[in-house]
């Protein structure tokens, strides 16, 4: 890289580190605050780590804003001054990215350390729907919007700027706002697109379980958005055409007649439609295999007698967490023995450092073993949350060790001489932890089929094809009902 682009490079990366203060903002240009500006509009995001229910049983150990993933709506008015405080109060370094901001953020609400707190203004001068996620800075950004630090803005455009609404002259019946993310167990998932769940508002097949209420001829307005981190979402409703279709949510990029939406991570939509008729429709993403069949469904359930909610939220309702979920997906950590790959005598040992985690999280390897960790965090500049160097420090077990730290494809190998449990993490990113299970090398450990072989698991099988069928059927019924009308 040329010497002067990777010393402006670092340059930016570390500003995001520093205090804010005043800055010369360009005039005319829409999006700066007024000079001397008063907001009109406040809203408080409060940054920290929680565990969310995401479905029956399921925990998601994630960043959060405000205690949810997907963080809470917010909602102004095109030509608002508006004002974003950013209060951290959780362990680790967080940030704020806000898409509908046409002005300089980071500087004001990036790279917020613990205890402390950054202030945003700026002038809403462009309608649409956006998308906010944490921005610690550098690699951070990626990693804790993986950890589930997102959540959507609208900003309205001036009264009756959709064109469904001025032809019926009316607001809409129903509004849903709603959001489709992904979770992954690991950051070598994460880097390799393959989530374990996809979901619309934070749990999966959310409105499967609990429909969205309509009668026929309900007008909904769907603010759509895509947060990825990514994947590219294809949304169709079974049984539905959309009838007008606005690029961004911007009045101006209006279509019309569409069967299906494509929102790459970021982008959304506004998306008017009316129900034609009773019955059950389904809203998915029609990307089946890689999305669909891992939570991104819903239904529309239409019926005269309805009572539908005039506004869905994309944060909530929210479930407390159970006492003894039946699986945490951790991306940092490792939380359950499906996480374990067991190594056998003479085989090499390999641990990846990926996305901020370790892969395998979980290693079991022979007594005499030299374990080898190597760092494929490609952003090997600045500091913190910024960068992703990493070390390995073992924090509990028979003997300690430590790395130094590592750039990108640079490892660190240590020789494993005594039985037992080691716990390490990285010191810089402290969140990112592993473990190694020594066992003596005369035989394999009491679990050593975890991770390696085939293992036929009846249940497993007829509930995957179960909920196969179920699938299936939900989309026969939709298009089924369409049919009939």
Not at 118 to 145: E, Q, S
Not at 147 to 153: D, L
Not at 334 to 361: A, C, H, R, W
Request: hydrophobic letters at 40%.
């Amino acid at each position: 890289m040329n010497r002067m682009l990777l010393l402006a490079v670092i340059a930016t990366l570390f500003a995001l580190a520093a205090p804010a203060s005043a800055i010369v903002y360009a005039p005319g240009v829409p999006g700066n605050p007024p000079p001397n500006a008063v907001p009109n509009k406040s809203f408080t995001l409060i940054a920290s780590e929680a565990d969310v229910v995401i479905d029956d049983g399921v925990v998601f150990r994630a960043f959060v804003f405000n205690g949810t993933s997907p963080g809470p709506l917010i909602v102004v008015d095109e030509g608002d001054v508006v004002e974003i405080v950013v209060k951290n109060v959780g362990q680790y370094t967080h940030g704020l990215s806000f898409h509908a901001a046409n002005t300089q953020t980071s500087k004001f609400v990036g790279n917020i350390a613990p205890g402390g707190e950054g202030r945003l203004v700026f002038k809403a001068d462009f309608p649409g729907v956006y998308m906010y996620h944490c921005a610690p800075g550098g690699h951070g950004i990626l990693t804790h919007t993986l950890a589930g630090m997102y959540g959507m803005v609208v900003v309205e455009p001036k009264k009756g700027s959709y064109l469904l609404e001025k032809q019926l002259g009316r607001e809409p019946d129903i509004k849903v706002y709603l959001i489709q993310h992904e979770v992954y167990m690991n950051g070598r998932d994460f880097y390799d697109g393959k989530p374990v769940y996809v979901m619309f508002n934070g749990r999966v097949f959310r409105y499967v379980t609990e429909p969205i209420q309509a009668r026929p001829g309900d007008y909904i307005r769907f603010y759509f958005l895509n947060v990825g981190p990514s994947l590219v979402s294809s949304f169709h409703a079974v049984g539905g055409i959309w009838e007008y279709v606005y690029k961004g949510g911007n009045p101006d990029n209006v279509e019309v007649g569409l069967q299906t939406v494509n929102a790459a991570p970021t982008e959304s939509y506004v998306i008017e439609w009316r129900v034609p008729a009773e019955g059950n429709f389904l809203i998915v993403s029609h990307a089946f295999g890689t999305q669909a069949i891992k939570g991104a469904v819903g239904i529309v359930a239409a019926s005269a007698n309805a009572t539908p909610a005039p506004v869905i939220l994309p944060n909530g309702p929210v479930a407390q967490p159970p006492a003894n979920p039946k699986r945490v997906v951790a991306p940092f950590e490792p939380t359950s023995p499906d996480e374990s790959k067991t190594f056998l005598p003479g085989e090499k040992v390999m641990i990846q450092i990926v996305g901020n985690s370790f892969y395998p999280k979980i290693a079991r390897v022979p007594v005499g073993s030299t374990i080898t960790w190597v760092n494929e965090d490609v952003l090997s500049i600045g500091s913190g949350e910024i960068t992703g160097q990493h070390n390995v420090a073992a924090v509990k077990g028979p003997v300690s060790f430590a790395s130094q730290l590592l750039k990108n494809a640079e490892q660190f190998s240590f020789k494993i001489e005594k039985e037992g449990e080691y716990n390490y993490i990285c010191g810089i990113h402290p969140y990112m932890k592993g473990t190694l299970v020594a066992y003596a090398a005369a035989g394999l450990p009491s679990s050593a089929g975890q991770g390696i072989g085939f293992t036929f698991d009846l249940t497993a099988f007829i509930v995957f094809f179960g909920g196969l069928g179920a699938l299936s059927l939900l989309v026969y019924v939709g298009e089924k009902t369409s049919k009939k009308t």
